[in-house]
């Protein structure tokens, strides 16, 4: 009979071993081995058994008589004797590492060191690197079956020769490994042994066998050096307070190394949060780093492996001084109605975490609103970046578009609601280059036409174009019950003020708010009635709480249009929640101490406590008859139509409910419709006060 004998094998001298002690000690020889077969072809070959074939031996059929056995004989017996004689010769062996692994065991010893790993992490580390390298090992285990934790740190402790306990504390989502997205953690409460120590996504291991790391090399895995900021710390003048404050407290937490420096940075997208964190780090000369969105193939990294990438970046900044930014934490922090946060999932890492990171963290954020107030506590800073000022908008502007805008343009682009530096900056650069190709480019239609596209994507309403014709507005066109020359000029100097106007539609409430913001050299803040309401219990009141903040904050002229949709009389309120929205609003004008003005065509309808609140209601009425008379004459001559006649004078005075809207709206109609003769221009004008007459009295309208 021929020798038998065991081919070389081709796994490595560490999962040999291994292999062969789960076969062994762990008794799962008859499993890998059967009668005439092997459980896996792959790892018997990788073992370097022959061949089921070769190890069959054909009994002649006098001894098969004798024997009373016909057939084959079982390959088991051969197989195991030399299998066995194959482990008592390795087992006292030194292992050897082989030259394809060379690359990869030095990295797993400067990760030993980088990390400061203990023996039984790095033990750990290193046979799940075997498992994702060499597929025998992971069949191997396999054939120790489906197992919990307990029972397979128990087998993992007993193959690695260290307690079942340094093993648990090892492979615990608290430690190393797992916070540092080295090793991944099974999802399954039963599984394979290999897949509660399953290598990481934070390393590639391609190329962690195949290129040397070293602390450099690991960082940028984790991190990003941040680009220099577009804005200075003179754009952030708005917030001087804060902004000083941030720099002095970073500068002397870095100085001390206190831990646990975390400060959070929210507002909404554009206001600057992130430009405000680098700008920090820089006028500290601190090395500024990002976390990354996206791996190396371009595909996104969700929330908790940013987050295991940031504890990394902490222990290999460990003694560096230098600024971590977490830039969009919603998907770290942010829960949702059905579902926890990544946060909420391991809050007690997270906690830790918090309390004891070495390096200074920024998170930045465009809401807390989900956010665990567990974390928000934890946090040293937590600021709010509103929006840039007008005047500092309009510097902003004017620094960006040369000479391609007029003052009057500029003034109109900074004062478009929701409109954040970022979008303005992106939309005059666009512009610029398009000019370039162009040099007959309308600049201020286009930038429009760019603004609203992303307007429009972020939910909010476009901005109306420039009004190119808008009636010259003039406190002598308006019939009021007071004095507007003095009152205009005691709110230019007193800046003070809370006003109600009332009265028919068209008669100049509101013209005479936006002309009073030019006069007052106030920024105009307008809110249509529609623009606070909202479906949702409890979110108008928040609209209207931060409209007036808004104000406040930004130093603006508050003009509140529509406003008997909030001040109606809480008696005509059908539900608790109506109720909720005028108490709100009532609240917040009694509170607010700067300049406002509101407007509405019911004045009979308005809540009685809302009248008290007011320091002061103006009347406006229609056009008294010498008004009527010195507007046409203006009218006409701006419209290119022909001198008045006297007698078209009488026939204009005999209307009795003409506006300075009526004027404005029969101009915008000549620019697209125009007038022949000043008789069709009269009879549009009376065409508009007949069909107030056929009206009911209280409506709403302009």
């Known amino acids: ?44 070959s990788a073992l370097g058994l022959p061949e089921e074939d070769d190890l069959l031996v054909t009994t002649d059929e006098t001894s098969s008589k004798a024997s009373g056995v016909f ?30 692994l060379a690359v990869a065991y030095d990295n797993l010893h400067r990760m030993q060191r980088y990390l400061e790993l203990n023996e039984a992490e790095f033990a750990i580390l290193q046979l799940s690197m075997h498992i994702r390298a060499e597929k025998a090992l992971e069949v191997g285990l396999e054939l120790l079956g489906s197992a919990d934790l307990s029972t397979s740190c128990r ?21 190393k490994l797992i916070s540092y997205g080295l090793m991944g953690k ?8 290999d897949d509660h120590i399953e290598w990481g996504d934070t390393l590639d291991l391609d190329e962690f066998l195949l290129f040397e790391l070293n602390e450099d090399t690991l960082l940028t895995k984790c991190l990003r050096v941040a680009q220099n900021a577009s ?108 579902e926890r946060s990544v946060a909420q999932k391991h809050k007690a890492w997270v906690n830790h975490f918090l309390e004891n990171n070495s390096t200074p963290m920024i998170w930045i954020s465009n809401s807390v609103k989900g956010i665990d107030p567990a974390y928000l506590r934890r946090f040293d800073l ?37 409109l954040s530096p970022a979008v303005l900056t992106k939309g005059l650069k666009v512009v610029k280059h398009l000019k370039q190709q162009d040099p007959q480019l309308n600049v201020s239609e286009k930038l429009l036409a760019i603004f609203n596209q992303t307007l429009q994507a972020q939910g909010y309403k476009k901005a109306f174009p420039i009004p190119a014709q808008k009636l010259d507005y003039s406190l002598d066109y308006v019939t009021c019950t007071q004095d507007l020359h003095q009152i205009s000029e005691g709110l230019r ?16 409430k509101t013209a005479w708010a936006e002309w009073l913001a030019t006069l007052l050299d106030m920024p105009l803040l307008l809110c249509q009635g529609s623009d606070l309401l909202s479906p949702y219990v409890g979110e108008t009141e928040q609209k209207i709480a931060k409209v007036f903040e808004q104000a406040k904050q930004e130093n603006r002229l508050l003009v509140l249009d529509e406003v008997d949709t909030f001040l109606f009389a809480r008696e005509a309120g059908q539900h608790s929640w109506e109720h909720s929205r005028v108490n709100e609003m009532l609240t917040q004008i009694e509170r607010f101490e700067g300049v406002m003005v509101v407007s509405t065509n019911l004045m009979a309808g308005l809540d009685p406590a809302a009248l008290r609140r007011f320091d002061l209601k103006l009347h406006f009425d229609y056009l008294q008859q010498e008004q009527i008379k010195a507007l046409a004459h203006t ?13 078209d004078i009488t026939r204009l005075q005999k209307l009795t409910m003409l506006t300075l809207g009526d004027f404005a709206l029969v101009a915008r109609r000549h620019h697209f419709c125009a007038f022949e003769t000043v008789q069709d221009w009269i009879k549009a004008l009376e065409e508009e006060c007949m069909m107030k007459q056929g009206t009911k009295k209280n409506t709403i309208g302009f």
Not at 493 to 508: A, D, H, N, V
Not at 635 to 647: F, I, N, R, T
């Open 186 to 193: 099974s999802r399954s409460y039963y599984s394979d042994v």
């Open 635 to 647: 009218q006409v001559k701006k419209l290119g139509l022909p001198k008045l006649m006297e007698s």
């Open 231 to 338: 804005l200075t710390l003179s754009h952030f003048e708005h917030i001087s307070d804060m902004r000083n404050m941030l720099l002095d407290y970073l500068k002397e937490t870095v100085h001390c190394q206190k831990k646990g420096v975390n400060i959070l940075l929210y507002g909404l997208p554009g206001t600057g949060k992130t430009e405000l964190a680098i700008l920090l780090a820089q006028s500290l000369t601190l090395p500024c780093y990002f976390l990354h969105h996206e791996d190396s193939d371009g595909e996104v990294i969700n929330g908790e492996k940013r987050l295991n990438r940031c504890h990394l970046a902490q222990m290999l900044l460990k003694g560096r001084k230098s600024l971590i930014i977490f830039d969009e934490v919603e998907d770290v922090f942010s829960s949702g109605f059905f």
């Open 155 to 175: 087998i993992i402790a007993s193959l690695l020769g260290i307690s079942k306990t340094k093993v648990i504390s090892a492979v615990s989502k608290a430690n």
């Open 1 to 44: 009979m021929r020798e038998i004998k065991l081919n070389k094998p081709t796994v490595s001298p560490y999962a040999e071993k291994l292999i062969l002690k789960i076969l062994f000690e762990h008794n799962q020889i008859n499993k890998l081995i059967r009668r005439n077969d092997y459980y896996s072809d792959d790892l018997a």
């Open 382 to 418: 937590i600021f709010e970046m509103p929006q840039l000022p007008i005047h500092y908008r309009q510097a902003l502007i004017r620094e960006q578009a040369v000479e391609t805008l007029s003052e009057a343009e500029i003034r109109y682009f900074s004062q478009i609601p929701n």
């Open 493 to 508: 100097k007193s800046k003070q003020g809370r006003i109600c106007c009332y009265g028919p539609p068209g008669t100049g």
């Open 71 to 100: 057939g084959t004989q079982s390959i088991k017996p051969t197989v195991t004797k030399l299998l066995k004689a194959r482990y008592q010769k390795i087992k006292a062996l030194p292992l050897i590492t082989p030259d394809y």
